[in-house]
């Protein structure tokens, strides 16, 4: 199966929302191929049209290693901000439970340990230069011309997960971060991850989204998802799966011209 590390941008009026910041460069870790990088992630940035200096907010749906690694970047011998006017959003609950020596998997059983060193280079820095603010999972970005911009409680994969809503002009779009990894996901809502902290509740996540979503022109943008890495919940034999023509009825048209996300590789 194949699997993508992303990071998506919303931009509303006011706002650019930069979701999940990846792996980083520079960063000491155990996986080999996330160990000290030196990709061209800024470069693909910048040719998307994004500057670091045009993020307004940083949201992070979860405090994993591979979705906050670009929260900053190696000046000088020092951690710093990589996007150094942004407000950076971190659940009250993930920090809560990371920062009190959580581990990944049901009872530590990913064998991954603490995210110690993580939240040294990744949250702490943040933290140092006044630019966190730890938030509720229900917490709202936007709210105003149209434009609804919410964070939505999806526990399961980790205690305080949260993906990102997207409301403007009718249309409706989700950013799922990890309460999806794969489209097998939305046919075998059992399958899940061994970093997942409550694998009952992240089955019941993922259940009552594909519900909700079933049928509805609302985009699932999937943060793992490889190419195509977005479309429709529609039902497939007793499930569910997801349908990547998007552009196949007016519905979805209104919705892709609404919402947009931009995506740079770790």
Not at 42 to 50: C, M, T, V
Not at 177 to 185: E, I, K, N, R, T
Request: negative net charge.
């Amino acid at each position: 199966m194949k699997f993508a590390i992303q990071l998506m941008v919303v931009d509303a009026p006011g706002v650019r929302i930069a979701v999940d910041t990846c792996v980083g460069n520079d960063k000491a870790r155990p996986l080999p191929h996330w160990h000290l990088r030196s990709g061209p992630f800024l470069e693909h940035l910048e040719k998307a049209g994004i500057t670091t200096d045009s993020v307004t907010h940083v949201f992070c749906t979860h405090l994993h290693t591979d979705h906050i690694g670009w929260n900053t970047r190696l000046q000088d011998g020092k951690w710093v901000p990589t996007f150094p006017k942004a407000q950076y959003l971190f659940g009250k609950t993930e920090f809560e439970y990371w920062s009190g020596g959580g581990t990944a998997g049901e009872n530590g059983s990913a064998g991954e340990g603490s995210i110690h060193e993580e939240l040294a280079d990744s949250i702490q820095p943040i933290i140092d230069a006044g630019l966190a603010r730890f938030v509720a999972t229900d917490h709202t970005i936007v709210d105003e011309a149209g434009n609804r911009i919410y964070l939505r409680p999806t526990p399961g994969h980790t205690p305080g997960h949260a993906s990102l809503m997207i409301e403007s002009q009718g249309a409706r779009a989700i950013i799922t971060g990890d309460c999806f990894h794969h489209p097998l996901q939305l046919t075998k809502i059992s399958v899940g991850s061994r970093a997942d902290t409550d694998s009952a509740q992240a089955v019941s996540t993922r259940q009552e989204l594909l519900e909700e979503f079933c049928g509805t022109p609302t985009l699932l943008f999937g943060t793992h998802f490889a190419r195509p890495t977005v479309g429709v919940v529609v039902p497939h034999a007793e499930n569910f799966r997801l349908d990547v023509d998007v552009g196949a009825n007016d519905n979805n048209n209104n919705n892709a011209k609404a919402i947009a996300a931009s995506r740079a590789k770790l």
